[in-house]
């Protein structure tokens, strides 16, 4: 053999590497799906469909997107628990996932048991918005209109158990404020009604939040996070509103079969940090209001753990009922 023909062979060789390198661990010959258990277009499925093109351009291999929509995300947490565990089914799961074991007494799942956390995705701010008919500029104000009109205090929300309705019940128990909760089929409907001051507060993702302040057709008064975010510095917290340590947010995290292998696990883990990670991705998601969190498997289980006791605490607070 020549020696360029040599080079050849070994560049060729070395670059079959790179491309397989990041499958080891997971089989050839199955297509690797990330399950989003809701509907096609949300922001789960958008965030999805990114992960999911960037995953296959480091893997050098298809990945794609499988919806699998309904009963608030169960049916998907189920198809992800009941797949083979070897690193081709990954879960892309709302901070619903926390939220479901404080609303449901009964699941078909242990999301703790049965699941094994990859990273916690991304974290966004929440926004704590206000009707512009409300003579109210900031938290402590909020707080004082609503235990001087309690009869005139209600709050909107997307619909019974979703994070914005818990996140606006854990503002409310945290404020020791009155507020009826007023449900709607979807956030578009919530906020036209805050618009039009038949609700006086909701609780809303940033990026939408931000917006709409800025055009404007509601008042932002504060974010929800315990501290500022990067993705809108000026706007103040609810912490330093008065109400010390409230921390909620919006997040999504990836997670596969609890019997996933462990170094498929690490594999998964480093392959979504780096993407996350990446320039490009920090943009995007800084477009969609939301910042990389990128954190170990170990890390991402722990944040689920203490969002299931956070929730539990705040259901049982609020005094709703599981179903």
């Known amino acids: 053999m020549t020696l360029q023909r040599r080079h050849i062979v070994l560049a060729t060789a070395l670059f079959a590497t790179s491309l397989g390198a990041g499958a080891q661990g997971i089989p050839a010959g199955k297509p690797v799906r990330i399950i989003v258990p809701y509907a096609a277009g949300g922001t789960s499925d958008i965030l999805g469909r990114k992960l999911a093109q960037s995953l296959g351009e480091r ?17 998907g947490t189920e198809a992800t628990v009941r797949s083979d565990p070897d690193g081709t089914t990954i879960l892309l799961h709302s901070g619903a996932i926390g939220t479901e074991p404080a609303l449901k007494r009964q ?16 974290q966004g701010p929440f926004a704590l918005l206000v ?16 235990k001087a009109n309690p009869a005139r205090m ?3 929300t997307p619909g019974m158990g979703t994070s914005v309705h818990l996140a606006s019940e854990q503002f409310k128990v945290a404020a020791g404020i009155p507020g ?15 618009m039009a001051n038949e609700v006086q507060f909701v609780v809303d993702p940033l990026a939408t939040a931000k917006k709409l302040a800025e055009s404007g057709k509601v008042r932002a008064i504060a974010v929800t996070t315990a501290k500022r975010t ?17 921390d909620s947010s919006v997040w999504y995290g990836l997670y596969v079969p609890s019997k996933t292998p462990a170094e498929t ?27 990389p969190v990128a954190d170990t498997s170990e890390q991402s289980r722990q944040w689920l753990a203490k969002d299931i006791q956070r929730w539990k605490a705040v259901v049982h607070a609020a005094g709703i009922q599981p179903e």
């Open 230 to 246: 990067n993705l809108w510095p000026e706007m103040g917290t609810v912490s330093e509103g008065g109400l010390s340590g409230f």
């Open 180 to 194: 009826e909760h007023v449900p709607y089929k979807g956030a578009s409907p919530a906020l036209a009604a805050l």
């Open 107 to 122: 699941l078909p799942y242990d999301v703790t048991r049965d699941l094994t956390a990859v990273t916690t995705a991304v």
């Open 154 to 156: 209600n709050f909107g």
């Open 131 to 146: 009707s512009p008919q409300l003579p109210v500029k900031n938290v402590a104000e909020l707080i004082a209109y609503a």
């Open 59 to 75: 893997l050098g291999r298809s990945v794609i997107v499988d919806n699998r929509a309904g009963a608030g995300g169960s049916i």
């Open 265 to 291: 696990v690490r594999l998964l883990n480093t392959e979504f940090v780096a993407i996350l990670k990446s320039t490009d991705m920090v943009a995007w998601l800084h477009d969609q209001g939301l910042e």
